[in-house]
């Protein structure tokens, strides 16, 4: 616990007994919070498209809507109702697992000049832009892990739109546990992943 936070609980506990109700509720705050299991994604060996080792590409931070921009797991209970994971977390936000995990897929393959994300100095030749538009468990629908992710290449040299697509995977998420579900999430996710760089070396 850091200097300035114990300074922070003491000034609290000082105040007047007017406030010792909501003072009851904030110093919670000020113990050891319950830690979080925290899991992570991993990246296929893929590449079943064509060698494009004369191209670079730069994959960007995927966009999404704030419930999945996050490093909570969504569980979706019905169609307008979602919730989060108890006592679990991604070991970052997922749109920057993302990246990441596509990153070391193109680079898994072999069949590329080079990939890089923005600031890393590639002359590079295609953007990679993405949208995560599900990665959750999906409770209302028996319980499946669906990863739906947007995919658009981009050429940097002239800003046309080389391809565009959208790829998605459902998997069984069984029955009842973090890790089960957090499993189920990661082989859709592997599934979308290698259909995405085996569609972007076919595409370039």
Known sequence: MGVSHVWACRALLARTAILMPLVALAVTGCGTAAKNDTFDLSAPVSGEGPAARRSQILVQEPTALKPLNSDQIVVRVSPSVIQYLARSQWSDSLPRMVQSKLVEAYQNSGKLGGVGKPGQGLAIDYQVVTEIRSFEIDAGAGNQAVVEISAMILNDRNGTVRAQRVF??????????????VKALDRAFAAVTGQIVNWTLTSI
Do not use: I, L, V
């Open 168 to 181: 998605r995977a459902a998997t069984p998420a069984g029955g009842g546990s973090s890790e089960g579900y």
